[in-house]
């Protein structure tokens, strides 16, 4: 059974258009993880929630934003998405050294 | 700042070699690595870790070494299968710091 899921697996939006990417576990891992992947590339985190912590990466723009309402679930959403934030964009969790990923939402901006 | 990186961007093995996989990283006060294999189209899946306590752990056909002098921690793939090829990411995940920091990836490519 998939421990982290992620929906949907793709979605289209248009230049500007806002949109949100959602991500839920089953595991109920303390910490959730946002990574932007684009294609060729490594996984670059964005933010982290340890609890209701938020943790924002220095260089995440500020167009990204996350909710997480409870343990369970994570959203992150993108204000104005711009044809440069079309990506892989990753859910992962972690307890201890017990990290998981979810399978991905690509993205395409029109 | 911190970096992990990898030497090589592609490595192709023929099927049944051994494979070795580099990574360099920058933060002598990592304490945590894992190594993930991504394929095309899927998330990275977790293939094996190592702490800085260690030199050497092995697994089912994969092996990691760290050397810490040097900074640097190598996968060994042994009998490389078509199965193998993916993209394989070091990541430092400093146990202190609840982050990954990932390194640029190696695509593995496996002819039979």
């Not at chain 2, 190598?74 to 993916?86: E, K, R, V, Y």
């Amino acid at each position: 059974d998939a421990m982290v899921i992620q929906n949907p697996r793709y979605q289209v939006t248009q230049f500007g258009k806002p949109v949100t990417l959602s991500c839920s576990q089953t595991l109920n891992h303390n910490v959730m993880y946002w990574y932007q992947q684009k294609s060729s590339q490594a996984p670059k985190l964005l933010f982290h929630y340890y609890d209701k912590d938020f943790n924002n990466e220095a260089d995440t723009p500020d167009n990204f934003q996350s909710r997480r309402p409870n343990t369970s679930f994570c959203f992150l959403d993108i204000r104005s998405p711009g044809l440069g934030d079309a990506a892989m964009y990753l859910c992962a969790t972690r307890s201890g050294d017990e990290q998981y990923f979810g399978p991905g939402t690509r993205l395409t901006v029109t | 700042g911190e970096s992990v990186g990898l030497h090589l961007p592609t490595l192709s093995v023929q099927e049944g070699d051994n494979s070795i996989i580099n990574c360099a990283y920058s933060n002598s006060a990592s304490d945590y690595f894992i190594w993930y294999k991504q394929e095309s189209g899927k998330g990275p899946q977790f293939i094996i870790d190592i702490r800085s306590n260690m030199d050497k752990r092995q697994g089912q056909r994969v092996t990691v070494l760290l050397n810490k002098t040097v900074k640097h921690l190598s996968l060994q793939i042994a009998a490389t299968q078509p199965g193998d090829s993916a993209v394989y990411f070091c990541a430092d995940a400093n146990t202190g710091f609840q982050k990954l920091v990932f390194g640029t990836g190696t695509r593995l490519l496996v002819s039979p």
